[in-house]
């Protein structure tokens, strides 16, 4: 995934710019500030809500916070994050093989860490590269697992799917994918302050 950024372009310098050469800006130069400035606030907060979505899954799984996963059922008391959701997969090519995966140590650590991983990390408005690389094979396999194309499960009940594509899961990939082309983590974030740590400003796949 080729993701090309732009994180020291900034629409306040070239205003300020402006204002230095005594040169006032046309209209049509002061509205396509204005819209690149609302832009980057609409995806700062595209970005923010995002990473809570990753975010809130990871601490619902852990604490059993009543939401998704019941009191007393999260990870720290021992239920599995993985186990219910695999184990209830019911149609799709790789049904017989998310059955095997449910409840596995691995499985509930590497799913985890990526909903920590990403929420952390896309909230934070850094590594959005990576976060969107992790993010996007997280709801590939969830789509799988799912298989919206389905119009009826194993036993032959309706699958329930309103589309045969687009669903969720690929929504969020999509903007995920769409955070880290924008630079999401300038605004409302710390993308600046870590691409120029040195050892993401040597290694542009980290940003």
């Given at each position: 995934?080729?993701?090309?950024?732009?994180?020291?372009r900034?629409?306040?310098f070239?205003?300020?710019?402006?204002?230095?050469a005594?040169?006032?800006?046309?209209?049509?130069e002061?509205t396509?500030?204005?819209?690149?400035?609302a832009?980057?606030?609409?995806?700062?907060g595209l970005?923010i809500?995002?990473?809570?979505?990753?975010?809130?899954?990871?601490?619902?799984?852990t604490?059993g916070l009543g939401y998704?996963?019941?009191s007393?059922?999260?990870?720290?008391d021992?239920?599995?994050?993985t186990?219910g959701?695999?184990s209830?997969?019911?149609?799709?090519?790789m049904?017989?093989t998310?059955?095997?995966?449910a409840?596995?140590?691995?499985?509930?650590?590497?799913?985890?860490?990526?909903?920590l991983?990403?929420?952390a990390?896309v909230?934070?408005?850094?590594a959005?590269r990576?976060?969107?690389?992790a993010?996007?094979?997280?709801m590939a396999?969830?789509w799988?697992?799912?298989w919206?194309?389905?119009?009826?499960?194993?036993?032959?009940?309706?699958s329930?799917?309103?589309?045969?594509?687009?669903?969720?899961h690929l929504?969020y990939?999509?903007?995920?994918?769409?955070?880290a082309?924008a630079?999401a983590g300038?605004?409302?974030?710390?993308?600046?302050?870590?691409?120029?740590l040195?050892?993401?400003?040597d290694h542009?796949?980290?940003r």
């Amino acid at each position: 995934m080729a993701i090309q950024g732009h994180p020291q372009r900034h629409s306040g310098f070239r205003l300020s710019a402006w204002r230095k050469a005594g040169t006032a800006p046309t209209s049509g130069e002061a509205t396509a500030t204005s819209a690149t400035a609302a832009g980057a606030y609409v995806f700062a907060g595209l970005r923010i809500l995002t990473g809570f979505v990753f975010l809130w899954a990871f601490l619902d799984k852990t604490f059993g916070l009543g939401y998704a996963t019941g009191s007393g059922k999260g990870w720290v008391d021992g239920g599995s994050p993985t186990k219910g959701f695999l184990s209830g997969v019911a149609v799709g090519p790789m049904q017989s093989t998310f059955h095997d995966w449910a409840g596995a140590g691995w499985a509930d650590w590497l799913f985890m860490l990526g909903l920590l991983g990403v929420g952390a990390a896309v909230m934070s408005g850094v590594a959005l590269r990576i976060s969107a690389v992790a993010g996007t094979a997280m709801m590939a396999l969830m789509w799988v697992a799912e298989w919206p194309p389905a119009r009826h499960l194993a036993d032959g009940s309706p699958s329930m799917s309103t589309n045969p594509f687009a669903d969720y899961h690929l929504i969020y990939a999509v903007v995920l994918v769409a955070l880290a082309v924008a630079s999401a983590g300038t605004t409302w974030g710390l993308g600046r302050v870590w691409a120029r740590l040195p050892l993401v400003r040597d290694h542009a796949w980290l940003r």
